[in-house]
Structure formats: C-alpha cells, structure tokens
C-alpha cells in the first residue's frame, strides 16, 4: 500500500515538473509566419466580420487547448488560448477564456 502511495505521488510529480516553453507570449503586430514556425499550419481557418482567425488544436483530447491567431489584416491582433492551463502555456496561449490568467 506505502508503495502505491509513493508511485502515484511520484507520477503525479512528474505531471506538474518540467520547463516551459513559452517562447514569445505577445505576437501581437507579428505575421501569421511567426505563429504556423511554432504550431504548424492551423487545423481551421474562419472568416468572421471580415476577420480572418486561425485556429490551431494542440496536446490531447484530455489536455487540449485551442490557440486563435485574430488577423489585422496581415499582422496579428489577438492570440489566445483556451483549454489545460499547462498545454496552453507552452505555447504562450494563457489568455483569452483561461480563468486567472491575464497577460
């Protein structure tokens, strides 16, 4: 049972340790170019109001966050995130809809 004990302590641990990789935490007035060098292309592309918003879906279906670039026009106004706190952060994403986090 001690054994159990220390496993499980040790596991969840390991969860919660680790660096960040946070890189740039405002791409606002940033190209598109400098969000897709750090997640790929986007999983969605939406035009709302004349905006253009990508959407990109990042870690698993249990620790997801979504992460939206809003376009001004070729440059960024927006980038935010929404989801697990410790997925969205390693993309720099900790605003938007994440509860206790403001940048």
Known sequence: MRSLAILASLALAGCSLGTLNLGPTNYKGQPLSAVTAKLGPPNETQ???GQKIYVWRVGTPLYECQIRAVMAGDVIDRYEGTGDV???????????????YEQ
């Open 47 to 49: 035009t709302i109001a």
């Open 86 to 100: 410790n997925v969205c952060g390693q993309y720099g994403a900790l605003s938007g809809g994440l509860k206790g």
